[in-house]
């Protein structure tokens, strides 16, 4: 669900953004939407891909520290026949 939030901008940049919001065919409202969810969507990106790497070079130090139980009190022999996303 979309929620309204209220921008204030001083004359000349509103006026520059309802220019570039007009060129592309949008409202100043689209415009800026578009704007943020690009800045965050990039974000979140780079989140993924610094979170990634954090993960690929501890991978070791984690399979060394936790194990690769994906089954935690199972009893033995259970989880082979468990699907591998079944955790």
Known sequence: ?????????????????????ARRGLSLQGYVADLIEADVNQSRAAFMVGAAAFLAGYADTFEAEVG????????????????????
């Open 1 to 21: 669900m979309a929620k309204q939030t209220n921008i204030r901008l001083n004359d000349d940049v509103r006026a520059a953004a309802e220019d570039r919001a």
């Open 68 to 87: 690769e139980d994906r089954y935690p009190g199972l009893p033995d022999g259970l989880e082979q026949t468990s699907p591998k996303d079944a955790a």
